[in-house]
Antibody
Framework: EVQLLESGGGLVQPGGSLRLSCAAS????????MSWVRQAPGKGLEWVSG????????HYADSVKGRFTISRDNPKNTLYLQMNSLRAEDTALYYC????????????????WGQGTLVTVSS | EIVLTQSPGTLSLSPGERATLSCRAS???????VAWYQQKPGQAPRLLIY???SRATGIPDRISGSRSGTDFTLTISRLEPEDSAVYYC?????????FGGGTKVEIK
């Protein structure tokens, strides 16, 4: 059974940093691209960042480029999102999602999602 | 980036009725790379349809997807109370992947 368990969310001041983690199990983690997708309170879904299974390529939404960094540790079956220079508009539930489709241009879709970790940016 | 516009915003129907959800793309979506997700309150999204027409594992055949040009449709043929949710379309025919704004389906 595929399981994705996010952690690391919390309350942070504008300009601060957080590191999210996603522990994966139930599939061969290194064989699949992974993404972070966020959902602001009461709003729709927004893709944030993605990474190939072999780590060669990373992809970012324009809204987070230069501030967020996605990475993965395949031996530890863990995905990360380092978030710096956080803004109020980054407040959202952050989902880790497993890619069932991916190519190196950044096209991707998702077949399994975690339950999310909440990030609140406020003073 | 490709913008997806979903309509209607809310659909209120009775059990047993047919629900038709629309997703219109601002430009052509390569290779029918559109997925549909269901999200119930307090839950993560669940993949229903990929490649515009293919059902994901475990999805009943009363749920189907179709395409006509830049218009994509999700149809739930016989609504059940458990279908009450928000439904999102997503395109992955170009980067970045983008989502529609969602359609809320209410069961009377």
């Amino acid at each position: 059974e595929v399981q994705l368990l996010e952690s690391g969310g919390g309350l942070v001041q504008p300009g601060g940093s957080l590191r999210l983690s996603c522990a994966a199990s139930g599939f061969t983690f290194s064989s699949y691209a992974m993404s972070w997708v966020r959902q602001a309170p009461g709003k729709g879904l927004e893709w944030v960042s993605g990474i190939g299974g072999n780590i060669v390529r990373t992809h970012y939404a324009d809204s987070v480029k230069g501030r967020f960094t996605i990475s993965r540790d395949n031996p530890k079956n863990t995905l990360y999102l380092q978030m710096n220079s956080l803004r109020a508009e980054d407040t959202a539930l952050y989902y880790c999602a497993k890619g069932y489709y991916y190519d190196t241009s950044g096209r991707m879709a998702f077949d399994y999602w975690g339950q999310g970790t909440l990030v609140t940016v406020s003073s | 980036e490709i913008v997806l516009t979903q309509s209607p915003g809310t659909l209120s129907l009775s059990p047993g009725e047919r629900a038709t959800l629309s997703c219109r793309a601002s430009q052509s979506v390569s290779s029918s790379y559109v997925a549909w997700y269901q999200q119930k309150p307090g839950q993560a999204p669940r993949l229903l349809i990929y490649g515009a027409i293919s059902r994901a594992t475990g999805i009943p055949d009363r749920i189907s997807g179709s395409r006509s040009g830049t218009d994509f449709t999700l149809t739930i043929s016989r609504l059940e109370p458990e279908d009450s949710a928000v439904y999102y379309c997503q395109q992955y025919g170009s980067s970045p992947p983008t989502f529609g704004g969602g359609t809320k389906v209410e069961i009377k």
